[in-house]
């Protein structure tokens, strides 16, 4: 890549960064407050993030919402509003609809982790719910995170199945509020 685009890439990188803190964890660190389903009004948004020393162009939001990789936030159909699509740590109302799951999905996690996850259970810690990939490949990615990745089998099907409600975020995140151990399956590899 050339320097140029490295540059506007990592900046782009520091803006999604700075969004996810401020749209699913921290609002009030730059003094807004979202909506009870996690809206700010994104000139509102701008206003105070410049107010703290973080000047934010409409286009290079707008580049950020688009190009990101993760799809992690969404612009309302007026696009007067913006929020996270998943992953908060406060309480919103994302109006997910409890769905069927597939039967198996995948949890990417790291080794030092592990004998926790399997006599516990996954637990949602800080966020509102665990997150499930819907295929290994991606649950990989989100294990390496932490550290070397651990694949986790889960037996969603099942556990739907015993009453367990699962969603999908908009952006193909399955989300649920604990996976208890019985439905883990961890093979070596
Ligand atoms: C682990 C990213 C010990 C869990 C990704 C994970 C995802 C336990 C960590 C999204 C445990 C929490 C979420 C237990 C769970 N004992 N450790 N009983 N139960 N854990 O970051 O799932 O880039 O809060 O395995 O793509 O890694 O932010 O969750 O390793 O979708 O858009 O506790 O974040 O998306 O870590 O990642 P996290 P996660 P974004």
Not at 12 to 25: M, P
Not at 45 to 61: D, H, K, M, T
Not at 175 to 186: F, K, R, S
């Amino acid at each position: 890549m050339d320097p140029l685009n490295r540059q506007l890439k990592g900046e782009l990188t520091g803006i999604s960064k700075f969004l996810s803190l401020v749209l699913r964890h921290k609002p009030e660190v730059i003094g807004i407050t979202l909506d009870e389903f996690g809206w700010v009004k994104i000139d509102e948004l701008l206003a105070c993030s410049e107010r703290n020393g973080r000047v934010i162009y409409r286009e290079q939001l707008n580049e950020v919402v688009n190009r990101n990789d993760k799809q992690r936030f969404a612009i309302s159909k007026d696009h007067t509003r913006i929020r996270a699509r998943q992953g908060h740590s406060i309480p919103v109302d994302l109006g997910l609809k409890p769905i069927q799951p597939p039967d198996v999905l995948y949890h990417g996690t790291t080794q030092r982790f592990l004998s926790s996850i399997l006599e516990h259970g996954l637990l949602k810690r800080k966020r509102e719910y665990v997150h499930l990939s819907p295929d290994a490949a991606t649950a990989r990615k989100v294990g390496s995170r932490h550290g070397p990745p651990v694949i986790l089998r889960i037996r969603a099907a099942d556990m739907h199945g015993q009453g367990a409600e699962f969603y999908r975020s908009e952006n193909g995140v399955w989300l649920t509020e604990i996976v208890p151990h019985g439905y883990i399956e961890h093979n070596e590899e």
